[in-house]
C-alpha cells in the first residue's frame, strides 16, 4: 500500500527561511525623486526589524522560537501525494501537494502573518492595517495579532467584502475589525466613492486605505503589513517549499514541474524559491506560476516600474503590471485580483527561470470540481488555478508516456466560496475576456515612469 501523507514531525520543521536575494539581482524600489527609497524612508509605515528583513541580502534567516511556537499549531503542515487524482487522470505522472489549508485561516497566508504580528509586537507596535482580496489575509493577519495581542483593522475589497461575508466573520471571531473597500474612512477611499460610486474595488485601492490608516495614526503605534508582493513576505512563505524538499528526500522523488497559482506571488514563491535556488544551480526543472486570464500580470502586463496601490502611496516597484489604475473584473478568484505582481516574481520571470501561465474562470472552477471528486479537498477559487495547470500536465504525462514527477501548492480550501461553487454547477459563472484596450489604457500611468533594468545573474 502507498503513503498518501508524507509528514515531518515538529523538531524537523525548518530553524531558518530561505532569502532568494542572495542569489538574485533586484532593481531598487524608488522614491518621488526617482531615487532609490532608504529603509528609513520606510519606517512610518513598517517597523525597522521588518524592513531590515526586506533589504537583507543573507541568504539564511533564523526563525524565532516565538514564530516556531506558533507555526507548530498546524505546521510542518503534510506533502500529501494525489493518488486518487493520478488515478482519476490515469496518468503515469507522480502528483504531491502541500497542504496549506490545514492552517487555522485555511491557507498559507498564516505563515508570514504570525511572523510580522511578531516583529511589530517586538518593535513596540500595538495594532496593525491591511487589506485583503478574498479574505484569506485579513484573517491570517487576525488570527496571528490574536497571538501577540495586537489590534487589527482589515480593509477588505468590496466585491469579496459581499461575496464571503463569513470572512469578515472569522477575523471578529479573531478580534480583527473588518471594513468594506473603498470606504469612507480614509481620503483615498472617499476620493475613489466620489467618482466611481459603484466600484467593486481592488487590492490597489484597500492597500491605498491600510496605509492611510497607518500613517496617520498620531501615537506612532501603528504600522501597515501586506499579505504578497513585498520581499519579506516572499521570505517567510518560504517554509512551505523547504519543508517540501525534506518530505520528498524521505520519498526519495524530486519535482520536474512545480506549479503554483499567483496573485501577489506569496504562495507560488514559498513552494517555489528553494527550488529554483536549484534550477539556478543546475537542477533541469520547469516552474510555472499560474494566473487568471482576466487578469493576465505576467502573460500579458510588461515588466516596468509602478506603485503598488492606487493612491501612489507605496514606492515604485519593479514589476510586470498592468498599471496602477487598473480595476480588475470582479472574478471569484478575490486574492488574484492584482494589478502588479512581486518584484523577486517579475525578475525571475524576466529573468527566464519561470514559466507564466493563465487560465480562465471556467477552466479553474472544473479542475477544482476534479480535485473535490477525488482527493476530497474542496479547494479555493484561487487554487483552483493551479489546478487546471496540473491536470494538464498530468494528461500532457500521459501522452508522452512519461513518469514525470509534478509538485503543487494547495494554498487554500475553499469551505467558505461555496456561493462561487453553486453558481459554476448551475452554470451561472462565466469567462472574462479584457479587450486589449482597456489594458492599454490601464498601461498609460507608468508611461513616464523610470525603467527598470534587465539584470542577470553573475
Not at 172 to 185: D, F, K, L, Y
Not at 219 to 248: C, D, F, P
Not at 375 to 391: C, K, Q, S
Amino acid at each position: 500500500m502507498k503513503d498518501r501523507k508524507i509528514l515531518l514531525t515538529e523538531d524537523e520543521m525548518p530553524r531558518q527561511w530561505y532569502n532568494i536575494l542572495a542569489d538574485i539581482k533586484l532593481n531598487p524600489p524608488l522614491g518621488p525623486d526617482g531615487n532609490p527609497v532608504k529603509p528609513e524612508d520606510l519606517a512610518p509605515v513598517f517597523p525597522m526589524n521588518l524592513i531590515e528583513q526586506e533589504v537583507s541580502s543573507e541568504r539564511w534567516i533564523e526563525i524565532p522560537e516565538a514564530v516556531q511556537s506558533v507555526y507548530r499549531i498546524w505546521r510542518p503542515s503534510p506533502l500529501v501525494r494525489a493518488l486518487s487524482l493520478e488515478k482519476a487522470l490515469d496518468t503515469p505522472a507522480r502528483i504531491y501537494f502541500k497542504n496549506e489549508s490545514v492552517s487555522p485561516p485555511g491557507s498559507h497566508k498564516p505563515n508570514t502573518a504570525v511572523p510580522q504580528a511578531y516583529y511589530n509586537k517586538v518593535a513596540g507596535m500595538e495594532r496593525m492595517t491591511t487589506e485583503t482580496g478574498a479574505g484569506q489575509w485579513g484573517c491570517a493577519l487576525s488570527f496571528a495579532c490574536a497571538q501577540f495581542g495586537l489590534e487589527c483593522k482589515v480593509f477588505m475589497v468590496r466585491v469579496s467584502f459581499d461575496q464571503k461575508p463569513y470572512r469578515k466573520s472569522m477575523m471578529e471571531v479573531w478580534n480583527g475589525r473588518c471594513v468594506a473597500s473603498p470606504s469612507t474612512e480614509t481620503r483615498a477611499g472617499r476620493e475613489i466613492l466620489a467618482k466611481f460610486p459603484d466600484t467593486p474595488g481592488s487590492l490597489g485601492i484597500a492597500i491605498s486605505e491600510a496605509i492611510e490608516a497607518a500613517v496617520s495614526d498620531p501615537s506612532g503605534k501603528t504600522r501597515y503589513s501586506l499579505g504578497s508582493v513585498l520581499n519579506h513576505v516572499m521570505l517567510h512563505q518560504t517554509i512551505i517549499g523547504l519543508e517540501a524538499k525534506l518530505q520528498l528526500a524521505k520519498v526519495g522523488d524530486y519535482p520536474d514541474v512545480i506549479i503554483g497559482c499567483a496573485g501577489g506571488g506569496s504562495n507560488f514563491a514559498g513552494l517555489a524559491f528553494p527550488f529554483v535556488l536549484d534550477k539556478i544551480n543546475g537542477k533541469a526543472i520547469e516552474i510555472y506560476p499560474v494566473e487568471p486570464a482576466a487578469c493576465p500580470t505576467l502573460t500579458k502586463a510588461p515588466f516596468v516600474y509602478d506603485h503598488g496601490d492606487t493612491a501612489g502611496y507605496t514606492p515604485l516597484l519593479p514589476m510586470h503590471s498592468l498599471g496602477h489604475s487598473f480595476m480588475p473584473p470582479p472574478l471569484h478568484a478575490g486574492g488574484l485580483r492584482y494589478h502588479g505582481m512581486a518584484p523577486t516574481v517579475s525578475q525571475l520571470v524576466d529573468e527566464g527561470l519561470l514559466t507564466p501561465k493563465s487560465v480562465n474562470q471556467l477552466e479553474s472552477y472544473a479542475a477544482g470540481i476534479i480535485l473535490a471528486r477525488s482527493e476530497g479537498i474542496i479547494p479555493a477559487p484561487e487554487t483552483n488555478h493551479a489546478l487546471a495547470t496540473v491536470i494538464d500536465e498530468a494528461r500532457k504525462a500521459k501522452e508522452e508516456g512519461r513518469e514525470k514527477v509534478i509538485l503543487f501548492n494547495w494554498s487554500g480550501h475553499g469551505l467558505l466560496d461555496l456561493g462561487a461553487y453553486e453558481k459554476f454547477l448551475a452554470g451561472q459563472l462565466s469567462n472574462f475576456e479584457l479587450p486589449e484596450g482597456v489594458i492599454a489604457d490601464s498601461e498609460k500611468v507608468f508611461a513616464n515612469y523610470p525603467k527598470p533594468a534587465h539584470l542577470k545573474r553573475g
